[in-house]
């Protein structure tokens, strides 16, 4: 008998629709070292997924296109500049297989919100990409594509609650008993340039020396395992929120209707503008975003959980 035929030879393409699912990321603890000479910040952040999701559906085609409906539809360039389309060529370039797919994204995740949805769109396009071109890299070595592209593109392929350092790109789990947090996301009108925020941040820094050593997450870590809101409430920090509000000072009311509102803690995201609070319960999270929508502050207050797995196929 024959023990292989003519398409063993042939990578195992897959006729599509591939659909994959990613979530978006906070940072639990974003700790930014001084500037190098590089020009890169040394980080030592602790990320999470939460359960606000882009799609991306993959197909067939003969050759590359991306379309879109959703958050920043419009806006978001759809051409070789998106994030979606350099990490399919760089896929395929890794690979030697031709870049061709029909791309569509259905986007919720706020433009240039410091919650990584250009990075999460990335991964996607990895994981839809390789199953689709039936070119088999393991999670790893796409991770290793993706950081070319992006610091937070591993997470992302990742998912859950991770240490990240480096720029954020290399990723160690945190083991800890699962746990479900609760959290409410307050998205604002308009971006920030995540450049812009650590430009401002070493600004704000200039008068200070020595330059502020670049602190651990032992503390995060520790209020993780403690599962206790309060706790973890406690241990919250973002190094990049006082430049993000220098830049946009409003964020300050959104910071104090959260608090207002009921909310355990509340900080910026990332490199913001959109910021997160910590509730106790599900329902916690609901009057906390009620609390929020009402008092007008941001677009829209919504409830979120986390940890979320990566990107994965639906
Ligand atoms: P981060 O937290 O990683 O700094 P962010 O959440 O602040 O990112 P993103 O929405 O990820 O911001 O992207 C910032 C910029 O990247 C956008 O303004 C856009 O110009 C560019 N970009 C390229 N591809 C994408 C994509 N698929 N989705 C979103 N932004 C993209």
Redesign the pocket.
Known sequence: TEAWGPDDDEPRRHHGPVRVRVP??INLHLGVGPLRADGFHELNTVYHAISLF?ELTARAGDTLTLT?EGE?TG???LDE??????AAKALAARTRVPAYARLH?R?T??????????????AAALIACDLLWGTGMAREELAEIGATL???IPFLLHGGTALGTGHGEAISPILARPTTWHWVVAVAEG????PE?YRKLDELRAGSWPPKPLGDADELMSALRQRDPEVLGAALGNDLQPAALALRPELADVLKAGSEAGAVTGLV????P?CVFLATDAAHAGQVAAGLNAAGVCREAVTARGPMPGARVT
């Not at 500049?81 to 350099?86: K, V």
């Not at 995740?109 to 990335?122: C, K, N, Q, V």
């Open positions: 978006a990321k882009d879109m920043g806006t978001l360039a500049t998106n994030l979606i389309i350099r994204l986007k995740i706020p433009l240039a919100g410091g919650l990584a949805g250009g990075s999460a769109d990335a992006g610091s937070d971006g920030l340039s995540t925020v995201s990332g490199s913001g959109t």
